[in-house]
């Protein structure tokens, strides 16, 4: 199963709002620190899908070039 984006930033969203709510110092570190975590994955996921957007847009300009050459 591979996560998507939004469904990270959501996690993300909700442990800042954890962290906002949290009471004790112990908890909203936690909180904190799963909230970089989720961004971070959210960060990764959207690396992952500009670079494969990027090599399908390539591979389309070399298919159309390929094609052109062949006309």
Known sequence: MSLT????????REAGDEADRASL???RERALRSQ???RA???RATDIAKA???KEL?????RDRDIR???
């Open 36 to 38: 970089a975590a989720w």
């Open 52 to 54: 494969r957007a990027l």
């Open 69 to 71: 050459e062949d006309a």
């Open 5 to 12: 984006i939004e469904f990270c930033e959501a996690r993300a």
């Open 58 to 62: 390539e591979a389309q300009q070399l």
């Open 41 to 43: 994955m959210a960060d």
């Open 25 to 27: 110092a112990n908890v």
